[in-house]
């Protein structure tokens, strides 16, 4: 079998994680511990419809083909996918250990067949995890069975391995990517975050913040609220705790929402003397070169963004917020920004227009000063 586990130069991204190499480990560590696993016909099966396939669709398209050719029993199913398991990841390891994506497959398909029989589908999604994060398989278990799904996420709080702690935050958010809303109460999974935001692994508070996020969406000030309470709770290093709090609150930051720029110690409305400084004219797939200079009148912690007004379709705009730094500011000294923002012409969450595009330059969520350039048509060589 050639190993293709490894991404190729210039291959897409579903090529990478989802391959004829890939499936063909997977199929080989099912044929080694199912004698009546046909691999050859499951891998042609399996690739007959890769082509036409995204990412997401490809591990979908896996877990249907499992079904057809894994035993109809789905306790013998799953004892032998578990049979078939890798190693799990280091549990040593603190942060960027995802795992390997042609494992998802797995997870769906144990998701998928074993609503009726949680008793054996939670304790091999608890290993799945251990070897690729089953933050969404998990998710329709806990749809099927929230009162349920409280009880076994409490217990996986408090698990040894760090893999099946972030399961618990990152399966339970609320606007995971990728995935279907639960359709639960916003503060759902909020007694959970509060056994995990004390966690001593980054990998584990990154999925926390990233959680609090997701509410600040809806319900900011709960977020602060939350964010305040533990902070007197001691649980978490204060340098840790601090680094979730502006992870959580990034959103709101850039809204220039008063309780979070008071939570991360940035005063409102700041005077600041400013001037922002834009070329003319940039060409789409150009670089927009921004200059600012800020003159603070009082001494004081200053977080800089910048909001560019994208010209839409219709010929409206939309505000894209952008961060150019955190700085200590002193009282009558000048500090001078620079950023290269590049207006990629093939860019993957939204399509650049002509026309004449606004750039706000933002002080701790105020507009401190403005101008504009004309993008236009041509692409810079």
């Known amino acids: 079998m050639t190993d293709t586990s490894h991404p190729t130069r210039g291959s897409s991204l579903k090529d990478q994680l989802f391959n ?3 499936v063909g480990w997977l199929a080989d560590r099912i044929a080694q511990v199912h004698r009546g696993f046909d691999r050859s016909g499951f891998e042609a099966e399996v690739m007959a419809r890769f082509p036409e396939l995204e990412l997401k669709a490809r591990a979908d398209w896996m877990a249907a083909v499992l079904a057809r050719h894994l035993p109809p029993d789905f306790a013998a199913a799953s004892a032998v996918i578990r049979a078939a398991l890798p ?3 280091d549990p040593n390891l603190t942060d960027n250990d995802f795992g390997d994506f042609i494992i998802l497959p797995l997870g769906i398909f144990v998701a998928e067949q074993g609503l009726a029989r949680q008793d054996v589908a939670l304790p ?3 290993e799945l995890t251990m070897r690729f994060s089953m933050e969404y398989p998990v998710r329709p278990l806990i749809v099927a069975d929230p009162d349920g799904m409280m009880r076994v996420l409490t217990q996986w709080a408090e698990d040894d391995n760090y893999h099946v702690r972030r399961l618990v935050s990152e399966g339970s958010r609320p606007l995971l990517p990728w995935a279907s809303r639960l359709g639960l109460p916003h503060d759902w999974a909020l007694p959970l975050l509060d056994r995990l935001h004390g966690d001593k692994t980054r990998y584990v508070t990154r999925s926390v913040a990233n959680h ?3 509410i600040t969406k809806n319900h900011a000030d709960l977020v602060v609220t939350q964010l305040r309470g533990w902070q007197g709770t001691k649980r978490q290093r204060q340098g840790e705790l601090d680094w979730m709090s502006r992870h959580a609150l990034r959103t709101l930051v850039k ?3 008063p309780g979070a720029l008071s939570h991360l110690g940035f005063a409102q409305g700041v005077a600041v003397t400013a001037e922002l400084r834009l070329p003319k004219v940039v060409q789409i797939g150009g670089t ?18 910048y909001a560019l007004h994208f010209i839409k379709a219709n010929g409206q705009s939309a505000a894209k917020v952008f961060k150019l730094k955190v700085t200590e500011g002193r009282a009558g000294q000048m500090v001078q920004l620079r950023k290269s923002h590049r207006l ?3 860019a993957t969450t939204y399509r650049l227009f002509p026309g004449l595009h606004r750039v706000d330059l933002l002080v701790n969520g105020g507009v401190v000063a ?3 350039f004309n993008l236009t048509a041509g692409v810079a060589g």
């Open 20 to 22: 004829a190499g890939k």
């Open 87 to 89: 190693e799990p990841l």
């Open 124 to 126: 091999l999604l608890r």
């Open 212 to 214: 609090l996020n997701d």
């Open 255 to 257: 809204k220039g929402h």
């Open 288 to 305: 927009l070169d921004l200059v600012a200079d800020l003159t603070p009148a009082a001494d004081g912690k200053l977080v800089v963004d």
């Open 344 to 346: 990629h012409a093939a």
């Open 370 to 372: 403005s101008d504009s």
